[in-house]
């Protein structure tokens, strides 16, 4: 849509557009940014980034879709629109963030975005077939229900995200439960925006892929304590107990009790990403006879706790039944990924003391791209 | 939490930041904006917004808080941190918005925002007890579901929010259904994000003060088709019988099919705000037999519409049966809306034409601060 100056705030203009929005159109003259289009997505798979910054000195994108950290310089244009042509890129779903004058600033031009615990990030969709499993299809859709409950653990108003899977609402079925944990940073919210697993779940149920299962997506960032710095071990520790105890105190009894669930190890399946990736090996190392099913992405014993696993999970690596117990154990990781390190010393680790698993290692990094990847790969081996 | 360069990116890290937002740090020293906190509500109600944004000429806040579309200035400090005191503000939920050297830009601090069809605006709360009817409490809480259908009408999958009430899914109760409706520039979200639904309809079902009820949230953004300039009115009066299409052929028969609903005029309401009031009167004066709880927010026919009104909706208005229909038609707007001449001359064909309707005029705009205070005196009118 353009606008003319002297067609705003008529009161045909109510119809359209937000109050504030349009409070703060009238108070200016139209600018180029009126007619820009950010991200702008170009056939040959570039995508043009933009925005109208006539008074800044210097702008920068950094995103997933880059292979390193080190962000993009915007270029300036004569109308002050700032922009990059970046890619061609894979078709796939990218989160990005401009940084203008070193203010971190989310595309003024694209309100699709991903929610973390402090922070957000813009989303940006390229199309093309290989996105079809991750695509929002005309396919059956289960559902994605913000669930609130009481946790008696942290004394608190919790939420959840719930996927229940297409006819659920009509039927009388119990179904197998997978629990699904995001990484640090992030919200039970991410792994339904720029994760995208209800669509992932949709497509696979709908190919006759994945069995249709409830997925359950919990907040994993714990409550932190007041603090100067950043926290210590003995905090980490702190707050992977805390995880654990908020997952089988409150989590799971408020699932199992109020959605027609298969309660058991046969039907329980757990994996998370990073934060969600430790907290995953943390509760199958202290719980093994919960979950038959369990999937560590992008992860492996961070910090501190690298050096005690032998010793604090002794009980459960020792155990010769821990395999049979397992019907899958699935590792992956990005051959670039930051945290590699950390995942081969908890392959090592696992070998130690034989524990089963598949490994697989995939190109790219610590990245969503991967994750969704993973979903898709993983949820297809559950339940079978 | 506050971080110091030399601990940045060691493995510890991964567990707490999104791999991006650690990229970032990574590239820099710290500076104010490490221990910024925005918005800073203070203990007498005043709230300090607050944005590190040390190359900026000028940085502006606008917001709901204000009671003109004027935004604020803030000032800038010597360590490049602008800040602008604001209130004190009565107790409530509010939205705002940064503009930087004229970029829109969401407060760096606060990840909570809202979203619309073309823009974010983050969210703030002011906490004291006037807000009592809209907090998240440790009450029974009902189900806010993200619902994707496929829709005929508009050739896509659409998406719409269901709110289901505590104890909907362990019971075989059939609900009454309210259709809710949202403003222009939101979409289907805005109800339960800055519309704060859910929580208030959980506080007023625990509280014994509105039955319990099955909220449907549907899009009302219809897609635009390309063009230059302002809808005209004709692509105004496409639009609002392209979302009376979708409503009638769509939604309705997909929840009405999909949940357990009582499906008759008796135990069926709808209401809308803005836009959605504007949609509102249009499918209630041309499906009268639809639904007997009718709710008008800060609205009215907007224009071309409204010299159209008494010509189109002639047979419905001339209807002697038509009062007998409604066991409630509200209308509510604040006394300083923008909207109110459409309103006044919406009510003045209504009283030419004997229709009955209760009419309330608050304080305030054309805001969220009035729409929520709407839906909890509304709402407990309704299938009684």
């Not at 109050?19 to 056939?43: E, G, H």
């Not at 894979?90 to 031009?109: A, C, F």
């Not at 714990?222 to 702190?238: E, I, V, Y």
């Not at 105190?249 to 009790?257: A, D, G, H, L």
Request: hydrophobic share 40%; charged share 20%.
């Amino acid at each position: 849509m353009r606008f003319s100056k002297q067609l705003l705030c008529t009161a045909v203009c109510t119809v359209f557009m937000a109050p504030l929005a349009m409070a703060q159109m009238a108070q200016r003259t139209p600018t180029p940014n009126d007619t820009l289009k950010s991200p702008n997505v170009l056939a040959d798979k570039r995508v043009l980034i933009q925005i109208y910054a006539p008074k800044a000195s210097e702008v920068t994108v950094g995103g997933d879709f880059l292979s390193n950290p080190q962000p993009l310089s915007l270029k300036k244009n004569e109308q002050g629109v700032w922009s990059v042509l970046i890619g061609p890129l894979k078709p796939d779903y990218y989160s990005y963030t401009l940084m203008v004058d070193g203010v971190r600033t989310m595309d003024p031009k694209n309100p699709v975005i991903k929610q973390g615990i402090s922070s957000l990030e813009n989303m940006m969709a390229v199309p093309g077939p290989e996105t079809a499993f991750e695509d929002n299809k005309a396919v059956p859709h289960g559902e994605v229900r913000e669930v609130w409950y009481s946790s008696n653990t942290l004394n608190m108003m919790r939420r959840m995200h719930v996927y229940t899977p297409p006819g659920y609402e009509k039927g009388n079925t119990k179904y197998p439960i997978f629990y699904l944990l995001h990484g640090g940073g992030d919200d039970d919210s991410g792994w339904n925006t720029i994760g995208r697993a209800g669509f992932i779940l949709d497509n696979l149920i709908a190919a006759g892929k994945a069995k249709p299962m409830i997925v359950v997506m919990p907040n994993g960032s714990m409550p932190l304590p007041p603090m100067n710095g950043m926290p210590n071990a003995q905090m980490m520790n702190q707050l992977r107990d805390l995880f654990s105890s908020e997952l089988l105190k409150e989590v799971m009894p408020y699932v199992e009790k109020n959605y027609r669930t298969l309660p058991n190890a046969e039907n329980r399946a757990i994996a998370g990403l990073s934060m969600g990736g430790f907290q995953t090996l943390d509760v199958t190392l202290t719980h093994p006879e919960l979950f038959n099913y369990v999937g560590v992405f992008s992860s492996g014993f961070f910090g501190a706790t690298a050096d005690e696993a032998d010793t604090k999970y002794a009980k459960v690596l020792n155990d010769p039944n821990f395999n049979k117990g397992k019907k899958l154990f699935w590792v992956s990781i990005g051959k670039d990924d930051f945290v590699m390190d950390a995942n081969k010393k908890t392959l090592a680790l696992l070998d130690k003391h034989n524990i089963k698993y598949q490994y697989k290692e995939s190109s790219g990094g610590h990245t969503w791209i991967n994750w969704r990847q993973y979903l898709n790969e993983y949820t297809p081996m559950l339940f079978k």
